[in-house]
């Protein structure tokens, strides 16, 4: 792959990833920017064009069977997690991809490790895997709703003071592991403005063809909006790493959060450089043999 498309990718990706996290504060970014790209018409020719290169390296990705991808899709309600995933994997061969949506545990996920319902959700090597939602839900919604945390029938030497950088130690660790055996992580918060997500709350009132889309959940959980913005700020200054950073996408503008998404996991993909595995001079016999069989059938 040509190193002028890789840094491209850079170009745009590079603003939005969190390489040095101690410092991180929402404040300084810009929910509604678009770095610049005024033409949305523009734009979604470049989301194309990613799309066709993603289908690319998702078919080398899938013949050599030796990584996987993890994508783990968080933000607020209403931020496009689903419009990202139906956008971006537009092109690509559904057996290739798996999406989870992770809601509220169920019982006998709550039985279990915090990690063990993620762990079990993995994509192989091959896949690549997209969380809806993911395992960072446990340091957000649980932090911001304390009675959650009270149905994990945790012991009492495990809900301490240090509960919340415990759980930040295990699940750098447990990314760790991942990017080491293969599978590296795309961590993208779609960064959405209160004001924008009151627009796309009000319009799915007040569109008939959206109504479905609402829940008094997502008027309920806006009540919460400076808390989870404190959560959101403390999970990605503790777990923006080397091996796993974040990206805080501006999510105002949906054709520029999905350019952006699409952008990291094809940067992600080249980075892997998956290759067609190459063929032995035994198969090439094979090849031959079985060529010479058909091009004598005539089909009758």
């Not at 491209?8 to 990706?13: K, T």
């Amino acid at each position: 792959m040509s190193q002028a498309v890789r840094d491209d990718l850079e170009a745009l990706i590079h603003r939005f990833r969190i390489t040095e996290p101690k410092p991180f504060r929402l404040a300084d970014h810009d929910p509604a920017s678009t770095d610049g790209i005024k033409n949305k018409a523009a734009a979604k020719a470049q989301l194309a064009a990613g799309i066709e290169l993603l289908t690319d390296l998702q078919s080398r990705l899938a013949a050599a069977q030796t990584s996987g991808v993890l994508v783990a899709l968080q933000a607020m309600d209403t931020a496009g997690k689903d419009g990202v995933i139906r956008h971006v994997m537009s092109g690509l061969n559904p057996q290739g991809v798996r999406v989870t949506p992770f809601k509220a545990p169920s019982t006998r996920e709550l039985a279990h490790h915090f990690l063990w319902r993620t762990t079990l959700a993995l994509p192989q090597r091959g896949e690549i895997g997209i969380f809806n939602r993911s395992h960072y839900e446990e340091v957000l919604v649980v932090r911001v709703h304390p009675e959650f945390l009270e149905r994990q029938q945790l012991p009492a030497t495990a809900t301490t003071a240090g509960l919340w950088k415990r759980r930040f130690r295990e699940i750098n660790d447990w990314e760790r592991t991942l990017v080491d055996n293969g599978f590296p992580v795309v961590k993208i918060f779609l960064y959405l403005s209160k004001r924008e997500q009151r627009k796309r709350l009000l319009a799915r009132i007040d569109e008939p063809a959206k109504n479905w889309k609402f829940s008094h959940l997502d008027v309920q959980e806006r009540s919460h909006w400076e808390a989870y913005q404190r959560a959101y700020e403390e999970m990605i200054r503790h777990t923006s790493t080397p091996a796993a950073p974040w990206y805080v996408v501006p999510a105002d503008q949906k054709w520029f959060s999905r350019l952006v998404v699409a952008s990291a996991l094809a940067a992600t993909l080249l980075d892997i450089d998956p290759q067609f595995p190459t063929v032995s001079d035994e198969q090439r016999v094979e090849l031959a043999e079985a060529r010479t069989v058909l091009a004598a059938d005539t089909g009758e």
